[in-house]
């Protein structure tokens, strides 16, 4: 059964960096999309960006400039790297794979912003 196992998180203070990596058990990862959302406490779940199977990068218009997705298909991991982390940042964030319709999630991985 495949699964995606969140990491990176944890606490940083606003201004910081972080990079957040999902790693995909199972077996093919290169053809499918993949991406990330993040859900703070009390907030609906909110989309931050995707990359294809060809590398083709979208992000929320609210996301760009600080968030940067990249994947590693001989590594199974996409990754998301945060700069300039701000307070409202601090939320749980997640890694899906979009099966067609139909997504993959994984745990998440909390993120905290404060000083």
């Known amino acids: 059964q495949v699964q995606l196992m969140e990491s990176g998180g944890g606490l940083v203070q606003p201004g910081g960096s972080l990079r957040l990596s999902c790693a995909a058990s199972g077996t093919i990862f290169g053809i499918y999309t993949m991406g990330w959302y993040r859900q703070a406490p009390g907030k609906q779940r909110e989309f931050i960006a995707k990359i294809t199977n060809t590398d083709y990068i979208y992000y929320a218009d609210s996301m760009k400039g600080r968030f940067t997705i990249s994947r590693d298909n001989a590594k199974n991991t996409v990754y998301l790297q945060m700069n300039s982390l701000k307070p409202e940042d601090t939320a749980l964030y997640y890694c899906?794979?979009?099966?067609?319709?139909?997504?993959?999630w994984g745990q998440g991985t909390q993120v905290t912003v404060s000083s």
């Open positions: 899906y794979r979009d099966e067609g319709g139909t997504y993959l």
